[in-house]
């Protein structure tokens, strides 16, 4: 079993940049895919990005591609998601998850364990 904590969230203009941080406990993470998701309010969780278990091949959704970019130190037992380029539009609750499976999978049902989440806002 591994715990997850979320941090790095805030406030932000539009064009700025902000780093999720998820640090693990217990289980290594190096044993978990690793998945960053979100929610707004109202709205259903979304997949964000997520990373194989090297850190060798990422995934994104087509709404974060190109601005966001998910990464991960295995020996700090830490995941991250560096934000660039922020819009209204990704303001949410973000969540980090890990799945056992060792492929990277998008649907939020697939994950096992989750962080508490950290809230981004973005100003415009």
């Known amino acids: 079993q591994v715990q997850l904590v979320d941090s790095g969230g805030g406030l932000v203009q539009v064009g700025h940049s902000l780093r999720l941080s998820c640090a693990a406990s217990g289980r290594t993470v190096s044993s978990y895919t690793m998945g960053w998701f979100r929610q707004a309010p109202g709205k259903e969780r979304e997949f964000v990005a997520a990373?194989?278990?090297?850190?060798?091949?990422?995934y994104y959704a087509d709404s974060v591609k190109g601005r966001f970019t998910m990464s991960r130190d295995n020996a700090k037992n830490t995941v991250y998601l560096q934000m660039n380029s922020l819009k209204p539009e990704d303001t949410a609750v973000y969540y980090c998850?890990?799945?056992?499976?060792?492929?990277?999978?998008?649907?939020?049902?697939?994950?096992?364990?989750w962080g508490q989440g950290t809230q981004v806002t973005v100003s415009s």
């Open positions: 990373i194989s278990r090297s850190g060798v091949n990422t």
């Open positions: 998850a890990a799945d056992r499976y060792p492929s990277p999978r998008p649907l939020p049902g697939y994950y096992d364990y």
